[in-house]
C-alpha cells in the first residue's frame, strides 16, 4: 500500500474542505472573523498541518478551526507562537518569503 498516496489525497481533500468552508461561511462571518480565520488558517498550513473551518455546535461560538487530533497540540503551540511574535513578525517573514523567491 502506498502511503504516500492515501496522504497525499487526505491532504486535498482538507484543502478542498477547508475552502468549501471559508467560501460557504463568508457571508455569515465578519470581516474580523475572516480576517483571522484566514491568518490561522495560513499558520497552520505552512506548517503542513491542514485545517478546516465549520460551524460551532454552540451558537455564541459561531465558528471553528479543526485540525486533525494527532496536530492539535501542535497547532496551538504555532498560534500562540504566532499571536506573542505580533503582526511585525508576520510582515517580516512574509517579506523574508518573498525576498527568496
Same mark, same amino acid.
Given at each position: 500500500?502506498?502511503?504516500?498516496?492515501?496522504?497525499?489525497?487526505?491532504?486535498?481533500?482538507?484543502?478542498?474542505?477547508?475552502?468549501?468552508?471559508?467560501?460557504?461561511?463568508?457571508?455569515?462571518?465578519?470581516?474580523?472573523?475572516?480576517?483571522?480565520?484566514?491568518?490561522?488558517?495560513?499558520?497552520?498550513?505552512?506548517?503542513?498541518?491542514?485545517?478546516?473551518?465549520?460551524?460551532? =455546535?454552540?451558537?455564541?461560538?459561531?465558528?471553528?478551526?479543526?485540525?486533525?487530533?494527532?496536530?492539535?497540540?501542535?497547532?496551538?503551540?504555532?498560534?500562540?507562537?504566532?499571536?506573542?511574535?505580533? =503582526?511585525?513578525?508576520?510582515?517580516?517573514?512574509?517579506?523574508?518569503?518573498?525576498?527568496?523567491?
Amino acid at each position: 500500500m502506498n502511503w504516500s498516496a492515501i496522504a497525499a489525497v487526505f491532504l486535498a481533500l482538507a484543502v478542498i474542505l477547508g475552502a468549501f468552508g471559508a467560501h460557504g461561511l463568508k457571508d455569515r462571518l465578519d470581516a474580523y472573523s475572516c480576517l483571522l480565520y484566514t491568518s490561522i488558517r495560513g499558520v497552520l498550513e505552512a506548517n503542513g498541518i491542514a485545517s478546516v473551518l465549520s460551524r460551532s =455546535p454552540y451558537a455564541t461560538l459561531g465558528v471553528e478551526v479543526r485540525v486533525a487530533r494527532e496536530d492539535l497540540e501542535r497547532s496551538q503551540s504555532l498560534i500562540a507562537e504566532a499571536l506573542a511574535a505580533g =503582526p511585525e513578525a508576520a510582515a517580516e517573514a512574509e517579506a523574508e518569503s518573498e525576498e527568496g523567491q
